[in-house]
């Protein structure tokens, strides 16, 4: 007998292969997968999208696969393979049935399929000695198993799900202290420092004056905000102060955003990269874009320099936030001449004619995430966009790529989820948080939430009255 008994729908297979071994625990628990699932997943084999290399991969798992019994159970059939790989093992009933009920139902093939898995759990609701979980990541498949009283839960990350990330520590600290205070050991300052703290807020006693710092190696380092506010976008918040001191450090090489729509993330991090450019740091921009259109249909935009039709299509984030920083340059340059009239605004060929040249003189280049594998990235600011909407295995694979010469910006938001193979709990953005409660010997990491929506009212107010646990 078996601790658990999970049957699992395709998309769980397609977001990881690899996930049987880890829901198997070494042979304790039994997992189920009706045919369906095996015919879904073997569509899926040919492509270039990560759930095409996760189906090649489960391909190969099922390849090493011993079969050990077979039998039947009324009009089900259950063949009981056993797969050992790399010291892990996982022991899988596969469960096929000639004729379904569903298919006498005149319902689209998406849905006939989820009825197929959902018939066949209803079938093994007596075969086995303890009552079967379905496993899937689609809450509407999830939410009619349960009008088939079929036991059903989503897949929930490892991660320690107490962990509030809080990273910008508030503290106060009297006068004297102030002039000490760059370079000292953070521990001396904060006793109660931990490894997720990248940034400070301190607050002087009997005062109104506020001091900005990370800490860097264990010491704290004071902002300088002239300094940061010297680049082609200028930060307006204490939030994007720290972004960007993050940035432009030579000390960080990974830094993590979790930001809300309108709070200025791929506009400061594209920003603060052109600076480092402009300092020789490194030698160009890579901006990846993780989306519902590129796992749709990401074959046709591939490795994309210059001002493609398709980069244009794919990375409008990225396209709007160089038309911005053009039209933000010619406004500052013809108020300076101007001594602060008015002028014209720019035409829209000539927008795009200086967006193409940013791109040029930045060596600005695009990737889709199926076109990464066997490439390395050097020498580059690499901005992963919508991380929130990337598989931990895309993502493992995607940092594989980049040398240790490269800085790469992270960014996402997971009230914008749109890819239906991961959730908040299970996608890359989540693991990289929780990842933080850690200090890595590896790589210098840095994190931060940008909370403050300036992109304007709007969108504020929208944020607030669709966000749930924040209308008032």
Partial sequence: ????????????????????????QEQKNLIILPETVLDEIDSKKNGFDEINFQAREFARILEDAQVLETSQSGALRIVTLKVIKQNLSVVIDIISKEHYECEKSSISLKILNDRKILEIASSLRDYYPKELEFLSLDIMARSRALSLNIKTSGLKG???????????????IPYSQLEHLDNSDILGIDPEYQSHYFCYEFKL?????MVLASVINGK?????????RNQNVVPLNKEQLFFSHAIISSFYNIIIVEALAGSGKTLLALSGAMKLLRQKEFRRIIYIRNSIESL?????????????????????PLMDSLEYIVRHNHKRKKSQNSHGLSRDE??????????????????????????????TLSDAVVIVDEAQNISNKTMQMLLSRIDSNSKVIILGSNKQIDNPYVNRHTNALTTLIHATQEAPQEVNL????????????ITAWAERIFTPGERK
């Fill in 205 to 209: 006693i009997d005062s109104d004056h």
């Fill in 346 to 375: 720019l035409s829209s060929q000539e927008v795009e004619k200086r967006v193409e040249e940013l791109i040029a003189t930045y060596g600005i280049e695009t990737m889709w995430v199926g076109e990464m594998r066997g490439r």
């Fill in 446 to 457: 840095f994190a931060l939430k940008l909370t403050k929506v300036l992109r304007g009212p």
């Fill in 296 to 316: 749709d249909k990401g074959e046709d935009v591939g490795y994309l320099p210059g001002l493609d039709e398709k980069f244009r299509i794919y990375n409008h």
């Fill in 220 to 228: 704290l380092s004071l902002l300088n905000e002239d300094e940061l």
């Fill in 1 to 24: 007998m078996y601790d658990k008994y999970y049957l699992l729908d395709t998309n769980i297979l397609l977001q990881d292969a690899s996930k049987l071994f880890s829901l198997a």
């Fill in 158 to 172: 490892e991660e320690n799900s107490t962990f509030k990330a809080d990273f910008v520590r508030r503290i106060e």
